[in-house]
C-alpha cells in the first residue's frame, strides 16, 4: 500500500474509532450547551441574537457556532441534533488536518499521523465533546488546520530556491491559515490568542525583519477584521463593549488561580502516559535543531493556553473541556516525536513503536478510569431539563410568566417563556454585582443580588438543577425576606415527556399570571398550590391542565390562607370528599353540606388552612374554588 492510501486508511480507522469512543458518552450535553441553542432557537423565531425579551443580552462566548446551529435549523435540523454534527464533523477535521499534513506537505509519515490521530481519538476530552454540542472541538478543528496549514507553508518556504518567489508566495498564501484563524476568534471570544501566538512565531523564525513583519500580518488581517467586526456588532447591538458572560465571568484572585494550577495539573495527569511522554517529547524536540522550529510554535501554543486556563480558573464541566486545545498541541507533538525517534535500525524502530503502542492501551484505560471522564458519562441531569421545561411550556407557556432559574440552560431552552439568569450569565445588572463570594466561589456562580431577582417579581422560582433545590442555594437570606415570604410557595411540578420527572420549584402565589385569582366574590387556587402536605404533586392532563391527586392518606390544600369573614362554598372540586379547615382559635371543622351546597362560616377575617380529603378513591383536583356568600346569607 503506497504512502496516500495508507494515510486515507489511517484516517478513516481514527474517525471510526472517535465514534465508537465519542458513543460511549452519548447522550451527555452540557447545560451551558442549550444556552447557545436557546440563543439560535430565537434567532430562528425572528427575536434576534437573544436569550430572553427585553434589551439583548450577550451571554455567549461562542458566536460563529450559534450561526452555524442555527443555519442548520434553518433547514428543518433539530438544534440539538445541529449542534452535534458540527461537533462531530469539528472533531473529524482534526484527524483530517493531521492527514493533509502527511499528505500534502509531508510533515510527518503516514505512521506518525496514526499516532496522533490515535491519541486524538482515544482521549476522553475529544470522544466526550464530540456530540457534547459545544464549540470546543470545532476550536481545534480551526486550530488544527491553522498549524498544519503554517507548518506546511513555512516548509515549503525554506526549500524555495528563489527568495523574490517565496516572499509574494508566503504572503498570499498565508492568507488561507489566517482565513481559518479570522473563523476561530469567532468561534471562541479567547482564540485571538492563538492568532497572535502563531503570528508571533512567524515573524521569530522568519528574520525578525519588515518581510516577515509583512508576512505575520498577513496572518492577522482577516482576525483582526473579525474581532473588529464582532467588537462594532456588539456595540451597535448590546450596548456593551465587553461581552456580559466575561463581566460574570472573568475575575482574577488568588483562588481562582490556585484552583486553576491544580485543574490543569490534574487534567495533564489524566493523559498518563501520553501527555508525560509528549511534553517531555516537546521539551527535546525544542532543543534539537532540525526539529525546533516546529515544535517551538506547539510549545508557545500549548503554553500560552495552559497559563490562560490557570489564569482564570479550573473549568466546572466534566472531562477536561478547557484542556482540548492542550490536547491539539500534545496530539501533534506526537506527530513529529515519531519521526524524529525514527532510526535505520529496523529492530530498534519495532521497538519504539512497541513502546508507543504499550503507552496508548495504557492511555485509553487511563482514559476510563478517570473520574472526571466518567462524570460524562453518568451526568445526565440536564436531560430532566427537558422533562421541567416541556412540563413548564404546556402548563404555564399561554400565560407567559417570567421563570428565574440558576441553571439557564436545559430549562429555559425546553420552556420557551422569558427567563431571569440568576446568576447573570444573561442579565447585564446581576453581571456587575460583586457579591462576598466574588473571586472565591465558583467559575461563573459568583455574581448574584437575591433583592433584585426578587424585585424583578417572577412567577416561578427554580432553584439549582432541574430537580430544584432551597432557596438557599442562592441566598441564604432569601428565603428571610419579606418579598419571597410573603409571596412564595413551594409546589413540585412534574412532567412525562419524554419521562416522568418531578422538580420542585416556588411559585409567586399573587401572581397574576398562574397565582391565586380574585375576582369579586370568589376566589380560584390552582393546583398546584394545593401542597398543604409538602407531598401533593401537580401533573398535566390531556387539555394541558395541571392537576393533584388527593387520597384518604394523602389530602391535598393549601395552608395560611388569608379569609374573609363570612360564609363560604365550596364550588370546586366537585364529588365525594370532605373539606377541612383549621381555625387557629378552633381546630379543624369540616364544611358542612346543605341544600347540596357545601360550605363553612370564618368568624373572624385570618389565615386559615384548607385541606380536601376524598371519602373513597382517588379525586383529581384541578383547582380549590371558594366563593363567598353575600352578608344576608350568612347565619354564623
Request: proline share 5%; charged share 20%.
Amino acid at each position: 500500500m503506497n504512502r496516500n492510501a495508507t494515510t486515507v486508511t489511517i484516517m478513516a480507522t481514527s474517525s471510526a474509532l472517535l465514534a465508537l469512543h465519542a458513543a460511549y458518552y452519548y447522550p451527555f450535553v452540557p447545560d451551558d450547551a442549550f444556552i447557545s441553542l436557546r440563543y439560535a432557537e430565537r434567532l430562528l423565531a425572528g427575536a434576534g441574537l437573544t436569550w430572553t425579551s427585553g434589551p439583548p443580552v450577550e451571554g455567549y462566548s461562542n458566536l460563529l457556532w450559534i450561526l452555524l446551529v442555527a443555519g442548520l435549523g434553518r433547514f428543518g435540523l433539530d438544534l440539538v441534533t445541529a449542534a452535534r454534527l458540527l461537533g462531530a464533523l469539528s472533531s473529524c477535521s482534526v484527524i483530517a488536518a493531521l492527514g493533509f499534513g502527511s499528505l500534502r506537505y509531508r510533515l510527518w509519515s503516514p505512521r506518525a499521523a496514526g499516532v496522533a490521530c490515535a491519541v486524538w481519538a482515544l482521549s476522553a476530552p475529544a470522544a466526550a465533546w464530540t456530540l457534547a454540542g459545544l464549540e470546543h472541538t470545532m476550536v481545534a478543528g480551526l486550530l488544527a488546520w491553522a498549524v498544519v496549514l503554517c507548518l506546511g507553508i513555512d516548509a515549503n518556504a525554506n526549500a524555495a530556491s528563489s527568495n523574490a518567489v517565496n516572499v509574494n508566495t508566503t504572503f498570499r498564501t498565508l492568507q488561507i491559515p489566517g482565513t481559518v484563524l479570522g473563523a476561530l476568534v469567532l468561534v471562541r471570544l479567547d482564540a485571538p490568542l492563538f492568532a497572535v501566538v502563531i503570528a508571533v512565531w512567524w515573524w521569530w523564525n522568519h528574520g525578525r525583519d519588515r518581510t516577515a513583519l509583512r508576512q505575520s500580518l498577513a496572518l492577522l488581517v482577516l482576525p483582526g477584521l473579525a474581532l473588529a467586526a464582532q467588537e462594532a456588532f456588539r456595540i451597535a447591538y448590546y450596548a456593551d463593549w465587553v461581552p456580559n458572560v466575561a463581566r460574570a465571568k472573568l475575575v482574577l484572585s488568588t483562588t481562582h488561580l490556585l484552583s486553576g494550577l491544580r485543574y490543569a495539573g490534574a487534567g495533564l495527569a489524566s493523559l498518563r502516559p501520553v501527555g508525560e511522554a509528549t511534553l517531555g517529547s516537546l521539551v527535546w524536540l525544542v532543543v534539537r535543531p532540525p526539529m525546533r522550529r516546529r515544535a517551538s510554535l506547539l510549545a508557545c501554543l500549548t503554553a500560552t493556553w495552559l497559563a490562560y486556563v490557570i489564569l482564570v480558573g479550573r473549568d466546572l464541566f466534566p472531562a477536561w473541556r478547557q484542556l482540548i486545545p492542550a490536547l491539539l498541541g500534545l496530539s501533534l507533538v506526537a506527530a513529529i516525536a515519531v519521526d524524529a525517534s525514527h532510526t535505520d535500525r529496523p529492530r530498534r524502530d519495532r521497538l519504539i513503536m512497541s513502546f508507543i503502542g504499550l503507552a496508548l492501551v495504557v492511555f485509553t484505560w487511563n482514559q476510563f478510569r478517570n473520574a472526571e471522564n466518567q462524570r460524562a458519562k453518568t451526568e445526565r441531569w440536564e436531560w430532566n431539563g427537558e422533562v421541567v421545561g416541556r412540563a413548564l411550556h404546556d402548563g404555564f407557556g399561554p400565560q407567559e410568566p417570567l421563570l428565574a432559574v440558576m441553571a439557564g440552560g436545559a430549562v429555559p431552552y425546553w420552556a420557551k417563556i422569558d427567563c431571569l439568569d440568576m446568576f447573570g450569565l444573561t442579565d447585564p445588572h446581576i453581571a456587575r454585582v460583586r457579591s462576598a463570594e466574588w473571586g472565591e466561589g465558583k467559575l461563573g456562580h459568583e455574581t448574584r443580588d437575591a433583592e433584585y431577582v426578587l424585585s424583578r417579581r417572577p412567577d416561578i422560582i427554580l432553584f439549582g438543577t432541574p430537580g430544584g433545590y432551597e432557596p438557599d442555594a442562592y441566598d441564604a437570606t432569601m428565603q428571610d425576606m419579606p418579598a419571597f415570604r410573603d409571596n412564595y410557595r413551594r409546589c413540585n411540578i412534574s412532567g412525562d415527556d419524554p419521562s416522568f420527572f418531578v422538580s420542585r420549584v416556588w411559585i409567586n402565589h399573587n401572581s397574576a399570571r398562574i397565582g391565586m385569582r380574585r375576582d369579586g366574590a370568589s376566589l380560584e387556587i390552582p393546583s398546584y398550590l394545593l401542597n398543604i402536605t409538602g407531598g401533593a404533586i401537580a401533573r398535566l392532563d390531556a387539555q394541558k391542565r395541571f392537576f393533584v391527586e388527593a387520597k384518604d392518606d394523602s389530602p391535598v390544600g393549601i395552608g395560611a390562607l388569608q379569609l374573609e369573614a363570612g360564609s363560604w362554598i365550596v364550588a370546586a372540586p366537585i364529588g365525594s370528599m370532605r373539606v377541612l379547615v383549621n381555625d387557629p382559635d378552633k381546630g379543624f371543622r369540616e364544611a358542612f353540606v346543605d341544600d347540596g351546597v357545601r360550605r363553612f362560616v370564618i368568624d373572624a377575617a385570618g389565615t386559615y388552612d384548607v385541606l380536601v380529603v376524598p371519602l373513597s378513591e382517588t379525586l383529581r383536583v384541578h383547582r380549590l374554588l371558594l366563593v363567598k356568600e353575600s352578608p344576608d346569607r350568612w347565619q354564623p
